[in-house]
């Protein structure tokens, strides 16, 4: 290749400042351009709503647009432009809904032809509307907040006065498609309100709407998870949450084991599922070891798995993730704290139901050690 081809001078770098970046490379920022990416900008939304308020309500809509209305503290409108690298704020109370670096609303704001945000508070409304990143004009102020709630009108607010709606629209220039599915939204919802209890989360597009709403918390995860047409429990669920301070955080988890050959283990650090396993995993699987060992000297912990249906949930001021999709959770404490809480529960149980214990260790001793 000769000189004249590789060749080159400051007229060929291209500086991009401000929301600019995010929409020449909107992929180093919400994942990708596909439907992924799509959903990606409601769970930025949802995700800083979840974070403060305990109703959040989304609603697609009939023009392509979704709202996304809670009874929070009231939104800064310096987050939907303000540029933030890392991983977003920290803390137990941090829900993660999309990707491990949420936090980035203003990937919203830069990836919609429009965006309109109303904040609530103070006994009054306060509006700014943005098109493709840009502010159409300063936050102006449309006369006193009707109250708080999330009815599906805007201006349909009752209660304390405190809230944000989020309008957005997808940039059809940017997205390889702006149909959004209720199902994909439906189904992380519904992982979110299991996963924070005090949570009421609803769905809806205008001919369907789902409330999301388990005051079970785990408990009702674990239900939900199961199959009672295809299997018969051997076990109690045995569900608990404890706060553990060696760790920084708490934990919710429940399981139970049923006669079906098959298991299923969901692991979640701050809600985020944790796909690549991580310390509450091992945690959890060192507690069942110890608990089963202690009752049956010489039990293979490579049958345990069989019939089991597990959700571990752990909540953590200072998470800390890794893997190939940083969803791996490495906070070491957490190993110890959760396998010495789930030994304890279930050393418990199985003290408690001596025949039904010896049932589900005949059963286990049956079944074919994990590979």
Known sequence: MSKEAISYDEGHIQL????????????????????????QLVFEVVGRAVSEATTVAVTLTSDGGVRVADDGPGLDFEELTEIRTGTGPRGRHVALVGLPTQGLLF???????????????????QVRSYTHGVALDPASWSGPAAGSGTGARRGSWTGSGTGTTVDFWPDPDIFETTQFSFDTLAARLREVAFLNRELD?????????????????????????????QASP????????????????????????????EGRVSGFANSLFTREGGTHLRG????????????????????????????VSVKLDDLALEGATRTRLCNVPVRQCVGQAVQEHLTAWLQAHPERAVALLAQLSRATPRG
């Open 107 to 125: 990937t919203v704001t830069a990836l919609s032809s429009r965006l309109r945000a109303e904040v609530r508070g103070d006994g009054v409304r």
């Open 16 to 39: 991009l400042t401000g929301l600019e970046a995010v929409r020449k490379r909107p992929g180093m920022y919400i994942g990708s351009t596909g439907e992924r990416g799509l959903h």
């Open 201 to 229: 989360l609803s769905l809806s597009d205008g001919q369907r709407t789902e409330r999301f709403h388990f005051p079970g918390g785990a408990r009702d995860f674990l239900a939900f998870l199961e199959d009672p047409t």
């Open 234 to 261: 051997l076990t109690d669920a045995i569900a608990f949450t404890q706060e553990d301070e060696r760790m920084g955080g708490s934990m919710e988890i429940a399981f139970r084991w049923s006669d079906s050959g």
């Open 284 to 311: 959890f699987r060192d507690g069942l070891a110890a608990a089963l060992g202690t009752l049956s000297p010489g039990f293979d912990p490579d049958r345990m798995n069989a019939g089991l249906t597990a959700v």
